[in-house]
């Protein structure tokens, strides 16, 4: 579960702010069925300095956690929320450079 609260933040966030001017943010409601383990598992994270949760419940990266993605995002299993939203390669590039992506 600490994968794919990991994979889907990066992921979303490669896509949509590579630049980090803003950060991608999410939660699940306490009605889908994963949420309990979803809350065990970000707050691990959070305990681990890789994620901060935000006023309204949403996990998002620290810096640390950023940092932590870039260097093993290649290690994490595909499993994420909204799995059809495929990182974008050519923001990925320009994080990580090309012989790392």
């Given at each position: 579960?600490e994968?794919?609260i990991?994979?889907?933040?990066?992921?979303?966030q490669?896509?949509?702010?590579p630049?980090?001017?803003?950060?991608?943010?999410?939660?699940?409601f306490?009605?889908?069925?994963?949420?309990?383990?979803f809350?065990?598992a970000g707050?691990k994270?959070?305990?681990?300095?890789?994620?901060?949760?935000?006023?309204d419940?949403?996990?998002?990266?620290?810096y640390e956690?950023?940092?932590?993605c870039?260097a093993?995002?290649?290690e994490?299993?595909?499993d994420?929320?909204?799995?059809?939203e495929?990182i974008n390669?050519?923001n990925?590039?320009r994080?990580v450079g090309?012989?790392?992506a």
């Open positions: 579960m994968y794919k990991l994979n889907t933040l990066w992921t979303k490669v896509n949509k702010w630049d980090l001017a803003a950060f991608f943010t999410f939660k699940l306490d009605e889908f069925s994963e949420y309990r383990p809350r065990e707050g994270l959070i305990g681990e300095g890789l994620l901060n949760e935000t006023e419940g949403q996990y998002v990266l620290t956690g950023w940092n932590y870039k093993n995002f290649k994490f299993p595909p994420q929320w909204w799995p059809e495929k390669q050519d990925l590039i994080i090309k012989e790392n």
